[in-house]
């Protein structure tokens, strides 16, 4: 592999990692208020892609924190995207009418 190839796959695995960031498996009131500034600095480092595979408990305070985090995305300039979103997420979020804009890719 060539110096120039190298710093290309370097240059990529970098902006893979930035473009996607991963939750924890509780999204819940117990947790909502340490996860929020990891999140805030996600999305200043200009993730716009979030990893939603672990979450297993998500309540209302969760729901907020990603609704807030789209939010702050789109204040950004970017289109927020959570994939794959779980059952446990999608179930507040239509309990609460939101599963539409939770699940979109704006």
Same mark, same amino acid.
């Given at each position: 592999?060539? $110096?120039? !190839? #190298?710093?290309? #796959?370097? *240059? *990529?695995?970098? !902006?893979?990692?930035?473009?996607?960031? !991963?939750? &924890?498996?509780?999204? #819940?009131? /117990?947790? =909502? !208020?340490?996860?929020?500034?990891?999140?805030?600095?996600?999305?200043?480092? $200009?993730?716009?892609? /979030?990893?939603?595979?672990? =979450?297993?408990?998500?309540?209302?305070? $969760?729901?907020?924190?990603?609704?807030?985090?789209?939010?702050? =995305?789109?204040?950004?300039?970017?289109?927020?995207?959570?994939?794959?979103? &779980?059952? &446990?997420? *999608?179930?507040?979020?239509?309990?609460?009418? =939101?599963?539409?804009?939770?699940?979109?890719?704006?």
């Amino acid at each position: 592999m060539t $110096g120039s !190839a #190298t710093k290309r #796959t370097g *240059r *990529r695995k970098a !902006a893979d990692a930035a473009a996607s960031h !991963a939750l &924890p498996a509780e999204l #819940t009131i /117990y947790r =909502v !208020a340490e996860l929020r500034q990891d999140l805030l600095a996600a999305v200043a480092r $200009g993730v716009r892609c /979030y990893d939603l595979s672990a =979450v297993t408990e998500c309540d209302s305070a $969760g729901l907020q924190l990603l609704l807030s985090l789209r939010r702050s =995305v789109q204040a950004a300039g970017g289109t927020c995207r959570f994939e794959p979103v &779980p059952d &446990p997420v *999608r179930s507040i979020a239509a309990l609460f009418d =939101v599963e539409s804009i939770l699940c979109s890719k704006a």
